[in-house]
């Protein structure tokens, strides 16, 4: 897997890149199927456990979910609603967030892969 990391606005075209970022309200919009190399959700809300079946859809083959609240439910609720996945990184823990960084808030933090098709 190549890494690149473009500018706005720097011509990634020229490089060859392809690039379809849309800033939405996701609840409400068609994620479609196996449309999309990443989705992340950042403070916006606490996923449901039918979001990793809705995102797993969404997503193409080895496609990565991103996700970090301050808004948490039960411990360990968010991992098992991912457990069928690939983890590759997931906190809970008692920490400064991007949003309050004054204060010290409970946080997860999940980084997992598309599981593979059965």
């Known amino acids: ?22 800033a939405v309200g996701e609840e409400d919009f068609d994620l479609g199927t196996a449309q999309w190399d990443l989705i ?3 403070y916006v809300r606490r996923v449901r456990p039918a979001d990793a079946d809705r995102f797993a859809r969404a997503l193409r083959p080895n496609g990565i979910f991103v996700y970090e609240n301050n808004n948490v439910g039960n411990q360990n609720e968010l991992l098992k609603n991912f457990l ?20 010290t808030l409970r946080v997860e933090r999940l980084v997992a892969e598309k599981p593979e098709p059965k």
């Open 84 to 103: 069928a996945w690939r983890i590759l990184r997931f906190e809970d823990l008692d920490t400064t967030s991007d949003w309050h960084p004054e204060r």
């Open 40 to 42: 992340v959700v950042t």
């Open 1 to 22: 897997m190549r890494k690149v990391f473009v500018k706005r606005g720097s011509g990634g075209a020229k490089l060859g890149l392809h690039l379809r970022a849309l």
